[in-house]
């Protein structure tokens, strides 16, 4: 007989639903029902970059159906395994542009800190996807150089947490590394990067908002939804949450073929996100990394799909269409 205790018993905490979450291709397919034939295209995809995602996420998609938006995003497929040219392992200069251990300091005023590897889900084009989080971390033996730097550096008004996903980090970490930033006089700005509202709702505390409702930074949350689907009641009150804390939410998506290459998917998308107060804010084509050549949508076809969201939706629920591209000072703005 298998013993539970009270705290199995309960209904599991963002860190629990993090631990529970899908691993195997086989358990996926399972959950899924999937076609069984694509299961050993999984299997060794995922050799390259393993396939994790969340309970909730994984809840929203369709089953029996392969080429579900929200299962693409995170399906491992052989496609992965090819070399294709012009996709490379560090698409945007990351590595070029790392000052010290997690500390990327690309663009005038802002640095971005890659706090964890830790996510809530392995999306299959996530540019980071080959990233040495293992070297690149701030937060271990190299965070009172990081603060050093931040204070030297007057220019720098906005400091962006990123990862992985900064909100895996527990809520007393958090804390501990945002005390130094606020004690830095010319930091105005603190942007959390996160993916963990959508995939772990849950994630949005009372202990979470009530730090962020008390910092002394004006804090802005970039969230990250590709296509409406990904928002269910569940998603909306966790949004409700940081809306009622005065979180200001804006929203990136990725363009991605067979996922939201259409106008009518991200009309739709946009129409949801400003129904629950989130502003669309850039719509990202691909960062060619190695492994993703099979979400790529050409540029020309990404402008094709602003014009027609600009005849069907008012100006502020229209995504920026850009680029990253090494070596500039700003995301290239497309149309």
């Avoid at 070029?96 to 392995?122: D, F, M, S, W």
């Avoid at 895996?168 to 603190?190: K, N, Y």
Wanted: with cysteine.
């Amino acid at each position: 007989m298998i013993h539970r205790n009270s705290q199995t018993l309960q209904i599991p905490d963002w860190q629990n639903t993090l631990s529970q979450s899908i691993k195997d291709p086989e358990r996926l397919f399972a959950a899924l029902e999937l076609p069984m034939e694509y299961l050993p295209r999984a299997m060794q995809a995922q050799q390259l970059f393993p396939l994790r995602a969340s309970l909730p996420f994984v809840s929203r998609m369709q089953k029996g159906d392969i080429n579900d938006p929200l299962l693409r995003q995170i399906l491992p497929i052989d496609h992965e395994t090819r070399h294709v040219v012009g996709f490379q392992p560090d698409p945007v200069g990351d590595q070029a542009a790392e000052i010290l251990p997690g500390l990327i300091h690309k663009y005038h005023g802002r640095v971005l800190l890659t706090l964890t590897g830790a996510c809530g889900i392995h999306c299959r084009y996530c540019f980071r996807r080959q990233f040495d989080y293992q070297h690149s971390n701030p937060t271990r033996q190299n965070w009172q150089q990081v603060l050093r730097y931040i204070a030297a550096e007057k220019s720098i008004h906005e400091v962006i947490l990123s990862g992985g996903d900064p909100l895996s980090l527990s809520d007393s970490r958090l804390q501990a590394l945002v005390a130094g930033l606020e004690q830095i006089p010319h930091i105005r700005f603190l942007r959390i990067h996160t993916r963990l509202p959508i995939v772990v709702p849950e994630r949005i505390t009372p202990e979470l908002l009530t730090w962020l409702r008390n910092l002394s930074l004006k804090v802005f949350m970039v969230l990250h939804i590709n296509h409406a689907q990904e928002i269910d009641a569940e998603v909306e009150h966790a949004i409700d949450q940081l809306k009622n804390n005065h979180i200001d939410l804006l929203n990136q998506s990725v363009l991605l073929r067979k996922v939201n290459d259409n106008a009518a998917s991200l009309i739709d998308l946009s129409l949801r996100l400003g129904e629950i107060g989130i502003i669309p804010y850039y719509l990202h084509l691909l960062d060619k990394v190695t492994g993703a050549s099979h979400f790529d949508v050409p540029q020309q076809q990404g402008i094709a799909i602003i014009e027609i969201m600009r005849r069907h939706l008012p100006g502020y629920l229209i995504p920026r269409l850009v680029a990253e591209v090494t070596g500039e000072p700003y995301k290239r703005p497309i149309y």
